[in-house]
């Protein structure tokens, strides 16, 4: 029998619950003026406690996580809506899109290093 927690409705969850903390940091936080850092920050913490706590399966919440921050920018630009990002054109977002993307990949590498070395040293999986 199945865990709840380890269910995919339960991953797709989490990854869009924190896909969206880090949407409304980015772009409501201190009126949108966030450092990209914590930005990136969130996004490696996030991706990697996904895959540390899920192995493998957890990269559904990463695709999840990683897919809020472009697609927000995304849709306010294709709305006409004021951004952060400068300047607000569909090859910035494309470029974001790449940087993030590499972001979580390194995060959730990092997740599931962890969880291996974890596992090899008598750690619970």
Known sequence: MKSVLSTLP??????????SVIVYVDHFAFEGEVSPIII?????TATAMATGSWGRRGWVAVGVVWAGVPLAHLVKHVLGLPDT??????????????????????????????RRLLASSGGRT
């Open 10 to 19: 339960m991953r797709l969850g989490v990854g869009l619950l924190a896909g």
């Open 40 to 44: 990136v920050a969130l996004l490696l």
């Open 85 to 114: 990002l400068h300047p607000n054109t569909y090859t910035s977002i494309l470029y974001l899109a790449a940087f993030t993307l590499v972001v979580a990949t390194l995060g959730a590498g990092a997740g599931l290093l962890a």
